[in-house]
């Protein structure tokens, strides 16, 4: 086994796909499809579906299956935290704060510094991130800012010309 900052001679790129066990297919699919515009490509019954980004070039972003165990989410127990969706805009980050509102989803929002992120849960009580990935000419290197997210201030920022977005 090799120790963190050990050399690796191969290094994957991006996560392509995320699958998740949920209590009930189309009700996750449905949420998905709204809050993130996901569409469902491929559906086995109430067992399964595949969804995927209109902008994607994978065959698919996201795989819910039916879970047979349908126990509580504890949240601090050992398993995934979050998956973080990325969007193209602050634009998009605002409209999808707005459907995860809607849907008494939203958790609150961060600002990373590198990314402006909204957190939220689905139907199953699943935590995830919906973030934007700002200009890389505007990272700080070393440790980057970390604060709450004023989301509108950001978005009169770039739309100003003070920011790329």
Known sequence: M???????PVSVERVNHVVLWVRDVNRSADFYSFVLGLSVIEQHGNEKAFLRSPTSPN??????????VTREVTPGSPGMYHTAWQCDSLSSLVDIRER???LDSFLGGTDHGAT?????????????????LT???TW???RQPFGPLDLEAELHRVESGNGKG
């Open 100 to 102: 995860l509102t809607s």
């Open 59 to 68: 065959h698919h972003d996201l795989g819910l299956f039916q879970a047979e």
């Open 135 to 137: 200009p890389r000419e």
């Open 116 to 132: 402006k992120s909204l957190y939220a849960k689905d139907p199953d009580g699943l935590e995830f991130e919906v973030m934007w």
């Open 2 to 8: 090799k120790h963190r900052g050990a050399e690796v």
């Open 140 to 142: 700080v290197e070393g």
